[in-house]
């Protein structure tokens, strides 16, 4: 399955310069882990973090204005870094499995004349079969909705930065198209420049790199579970994935009994076997074809309803059910999923989560943001990153690991929530 090596952002709010694990512009850095945990005080950029991937989840889907507006975001200039020059920009560094060679996914976005945002510029490239130093071939490039794109998996002529002009490539592609490695060279023009390329192009068949990168996006998983809609009853329906808010846990329940009887039944065992106080977890049809979910709770002979449980108790029940899914997101983002939960429960969490990343070859990468010590204690310093603010109130992030005293301590057995705690992960 995908995973993301490592991600930079500029200008987005307090996110002005951050990268996290390895990009092709910084490749000394180790890559991101199959479980990564962002730490940091209130107020420090961790929602922001969490934020970045679902507005560029929002890009792909709706366009950048619509992602602007989205989630409560505000427009370009609340979203904008303050007084930063310069678009707002990211760079997604990813592999499409282990042995693959990686991708470089690279977006500029900045207003136009009339103070709307637009996609100012897009890119993707790879290195060539066999290549192993020197620049990666671009096979997408965009200059405001303008560019050219690669047919195909075989690379062609790579086309230089001073001959991005529209007409320049047109002459160029029309003088080379006889030759062999320009055959799959194709002048690109989109009708909107406030729609991503990949979300053109992607859909199109000959474009099979284009289209991988982007199911990667369209598959990731943001959760801003909510228990009080997870209580709601839903019309009858299997549903295969639990959507962002988790008011679909019904349809989701009701897919995986029909479609895995006999793995369901187990699924809900080993999940009532982690959550305290729980005996047994079933279902009931209602006449009207909808499955409700019963919890027995220990002590009390008749089960209680979803609608009955505990914020808590539906949570981890969700987020269990999350990690078992058949055919799981190739990335699944939690923001604080200590809300609402049981200190003790919380380091059991961790562990879930981290033998979903990294025990299952087709598991999802994991990444979270979290305020609590005991989740941490589950991590190692190389999945734990820190961000603070610095003195100019942007957002700086380091990884754990990269302090030798806390890893040397952690490897003598000390837990690294508890260092954290201690105040040992605090800046020096």
Known sequence: MARIEGIRIHNFR????????RVWSQQKPEPLTPMTAVIGKNGSGK????????????????????????????????????????????EVYYKEEGNARPITYELSIDRDASGRPYVVRERLRQRRKGQKHGWPFSFLILNEGKGVAWRGETEGQQIEEGQLDLLHLMETVKHTQDKEESRETEVVELDDKRKLGIATLGSLKQHPRVSAFRRFIEGWYLSYFNPDAARSLPLAGPQKHLNVHGDNLGNVVQFMEREYPKQFRAILERIAAKIPGITRIDTERTPDGRL???????????????????????KIFAYLLLLEDPTPPPFLCVEEPENGLYHKLLETLAKELREHATGRKSGSQVFVTTHQPYFVDALSPAEVWILEKAADGFAVIRRASDDATVDNMVKEGLPLGGLWYSDYLDAR
């Open 47 to 90: 929602s922001t973090l969490f934020d970045a991937f679902g507005f560029l989840a929002d890009c792909l889907r709706t366009g950048v204005e619509e992602a602007f507006d989205a989630r409560g975001r505000g427009g370009f200039g609340r979203v904008k870094s303050q007084g930063s020059e310069g678009p707002i920009a990211f």
């Open 14 to 21: 307090a996110l002005r310069d951050v990268t996290l694990g």
């Open 292 to 314: 409700l979910l019963r919890f027995n709770d220990r002590g009390f002979q008749d089960p209680f309803y979803a609608q009955q449980m505990s914020d808590g108790t539906l």
